[in-house]
């Protein structure tokens, strides 16, 4: 069993409409949660992070934490054509421990 | 500010040859991390390096190496190419000290695209 799971997709929806992007882990030590965006053929950026469980947002993009389920979440409202890419979760746990990651959920939002 | 610095973006190798690839991380970082990413597996864990000495590493054969040098560039070599070596492979930089917060995080380059035939 993966560490981190990630449903790959793709999942498709129209413009407009409200994304829900999940990943559940089992490792209880990861501390440290983030979702990476990538587009085709290029490196990942960082859209968000979190610490603890809980709910942080940022414009157009919430991250969610449920460390009691190992479950994390991330949302996207008003989805835009732009927003097509690959997503990652991340997490780590404390210290300098490596980064693991999901595999990545492929969303295409159509105009 | 300069992001992560990758070199080169695409090369073809044949199997058995060596391979080796440069990383420029952010300035002022000094953990450099590398990452190997395919369709199948999705992003692996190589190694980190901190201040010149590997701190961290992956579940990778010893074909796999790689260096800090005292400036936290880092170099990745890969020796007897196989052909399930073909991968993007990416470069990651982090400040690696002081707190854990969102500015300690990893930050990506866009990659070097190696093929193997």
């Known amino acids: 069993q993966k560490e981190v799971e990630q449903d790959p997709g793709p999942l498709s929806v129209p413009e407009g409409a409200i994304v829900s992007l999940n990943c559940t882990y089992s490792?209880?030590?990861?501390?440290?949660f983030m979702w990476y965006r990538q587009y085709s053929r290029k490196g990942p950026e960082l859209l968000m992070y979190t610490y603890s469980s809980g709910n942080k947002e940022d414009g157009r993009f919430t991250a969610q934490v449920d460390k009691s389920s190992k479950y994390i979440s991330l949302f996207i409202r008003d989805s835009q054509p732009s927003d097509s890419a690959t997503y990652l979760c991340a997490m780590r746990s404390g210290g300098y421990q490596k980064v693991t990651f999901g595999t990545g959920t492929k969303l295409q939002v159509i105009p | 500010k300069a992001g992560v610095t990758q070199t080169p973006r695409y090369l073809i190798k044949t199997r058995g040859q060596q391979v080796t690839l440069s990383c420029s991380p952010i300035?002022?970082?000094?953990?450099v991390s590398w990452y190997q990413q395919t369709p199948g597996q999705g992003l692996q864990f190589l190694f980190e390096y901190f201040s010149e000495t590997q701190r961290n590493k992956g579940n990778f054969p010893g074909r796999f190496s790689g260096r800090q040098f005292s400036n936290s560039r880092s170099e990745m070599n890969v020796s007897t190419l196989e052909l399930g070596d073909s991968a993007l492979y990416l470069c990651a930089s982090s400040p690696g000290q002081g707190n854990m917060d969102a500015g300690n995080t990893i930050y990506f380059g866009e990659g070097s695209w190696l093929t193997v035939v």
């Open positions: 490792n209880s030590a990861f501390q440290y």
């Open positions: 300035s002022g970082h000094r953990s």
